[in-house]
């Protein structure tokens, strides 16, 4: 009986085993669990089939192509690509987990992110990499040559406007995935570029070596900048074939290094110095083969150089915008000579020019003019005015004999010292024991000695010349103690300036001092001269035809003879004919905001049609000036 019940079936009596686990388990009683079960098996495996052959964007499934794909980027078969290998372990977990987390930060999906492409300059070159590797291998037979089936160039890629990826090519698929491996070699590279330095050591002081070890130096240090521009970009090694032309644009990745990043700003700093100091020769070039007074006046409505109304430092006499002229074109021209351009009047520059120097104005109220219009050019440039100040304090200059304007941060001064003739007024007794006014032609002006070291001087005379005393040149003109009874005024004119002259040979350094000579500027009176109800008020235009222009003034030609006499070189600014062309650009009417009760009553009748409107005229007169002074400067250069 022992042994039936000890044969007998389990499901007799005792039930059989799955009734038994069915009593344990009583999820599995129903049907439905049971199905359920089933089901999520299927799934399970359904998955894992989708997972090892459905295609991603990014080259291939994650799985798929460790366990089909064992080839290497050439081609050729390779055991280190085993799926049991410890790369491809490494390789198919963190691409599984890209495969799922496509926003990690994993070493992979850093590289993919950048979708950086350095292309290089010549699609048939072999990496300077291989290269390096190659030639290490066979002058140093001791240092492990690198595989290079993961370090390549990538092919050029036909780049869109929307940034799309092209499609890949197989091999292209291979590399996509193996882009976590090229980082471990990266690594490798580092121990190699180790060992390289090591043998190099150890091999110093071989016979016939020293040349292999110097150029296995250079290669090494080559290949170590390579392995951290990889590390860097981590995408993809590249490299030109050739460096970049001096002049040629150089042109920074994105993602480059902050260090190449300031070289390159650096070369682009360069090439811009270059191309405007060769711009600045050339155009120093032209204004010195340039006749500066044969122009015309054109409309250029980037200028004046400063504001109208905005400078302070005008008079009243100048200042037609602030006495109510009504039109503006007059400060809109700009003097073009025929030959050049005269570069912008930038004052800035000039300020630095002057740096420390004494720029002095000598002359009559034209000059006055002149220097107003420099004074005011240069403080517009000056972002602090609190620092440009006349040194006396004056704010007006038309009763002082000198003036002098201090700019502050540059240690310089522009000066105006007033002398109508450049001679000396004098006064003398007469029979009848009464004074008399003379003009000593044989003496220089008194206060000559306060300027003769200034660094630029800017001389001009000629419309004093001109009034009636003068004119007449009665009992007016003195040498030592004879005057005149009678005398020309040319002749007059002549002698005056022929003193100047010596004492500007006697007493001006020309290693130091730059002279100019300011020619004479046209009046443009109708109906009358200055005294005698001259008119200019409804010019609104320039002359354009040369013949309406008047005569050359003799007085010029007299001024011209005397400086081909003089030892000293005068630069002549010679404005007369330019000048003669602007007979809308006179304050006329415009001169003062309140008339006395006779000009009231007859307000056309006193009118300044010699002065010039600033902004205006004059601004040109010291472009010019400017100009001269960029060409003396490069001259200067060369001499010393």
Known sequence: MADITKYAPIGVGGGNLISDLKSHFSLFRTKRTVAIAYGFVFIFIAFTIFLAFSPTPNSSSPWFTSIFSASTSDGSSSSSSSIFSDDSYRSHFSSFFSYFYAHSSSPTDNVRSQNLTIEPSNLNI???????????????????????????????????????????????????????????????????????????IRNKDSDGKVGVLKQNQTQTEELHDKVEVSKTNQS??????SP????????????????????????????????????????????????????NWVRDNSYPL????????????????????????????????????????????????LRGKRLVFVGDSLNRNMWESLLCILRNSVKDRSKVYEQQGRHHFRTEASYSFIFEDYKCTVEFFVT???????????????????????????????????????????HWWTHEKTSKGEDYYQEGSHVYKELNVLEAFRKALTTWGRWVDAHVNPKKTLVFFRGYSASHFSGG?????????????????????????EKMTVLENVLKGMKTQVTYLNVTKMTDYRKDGHPSMYRKQFLSDEERKSPLSFQDCSHWCLPGVPDAWNEIMYAELLVNQKQHKKMH
């Open 236 to 241: 993809t090694i590249g490299v030109t074939k």
């Open 529 to 553: 001269q200055w005294n005698s109800g001259g008119q200019c008020d409804h010019e609104s235009e320039p002359i354009k035809n040369e013949t309406y222009l008047t005569p050359y003034p």
């Open 306 to 353: 400063y504001n109208p109304g905005s400078c302070s430092l005008i008079d009243e006499q100048f200042n037609c915008f602030l006495n109510g002229r009504p039109d503006s074109d007059y400060h809109r021209m700009k003097w073009k000579p025929k030959g050049c351009t005269l570069p912008r009047l930038n004052g800035s520059h000039m300020l630095e020019m």
């Open 244 to 295: 970049v032309p001096a002049k040629q644009a150089v042109t920074i990745s994105p993602n480059s290094a902050s260090g190449n990043e300031d070289k390159g700003i650096a070369e682009k700093g360069l090439i811009k110095n270059l191309t405007s100091s060769n711009k600045h020769d050339d155009l120093i070039k032209s204004l010195k083969n340039c006749d500066f007074f044969d122009g």
């Open 420 to 462: 109508p003739f450049l001679v000396q007024e004098w006064e003398m007794e007469d029979k009848n024991g009464t004074k008399k006014e003379t003009l000593r032609l044989d003496i220089v002006e008194r206060s000559a000695d306060h300027y003769k070291n200034a660094d630029i001087l800017v001389f001009n005379t000629g």
């Open 126 to 200: 072999e990496s300077p990499v291989l290269q390096n590797q190659t030639q290490n291998k066979e002058k140093i037979d001791t240092v492990e040559v690198l595989k290079p089936s993961n370090i390549s160039v990538l092919p050029p890629t036909n780049r869109s406007t929307d940034n799309r990826t092209p499609p890949k090519s197989s091999s292209e698929s291979n590399k996509g995935s193996s882009n976590f491996k090229n980082q471990v070699q990266i690594e490798d590279l580092h121990d190699k570029v180790k060992d390289l330095k090591q043998n190099q």
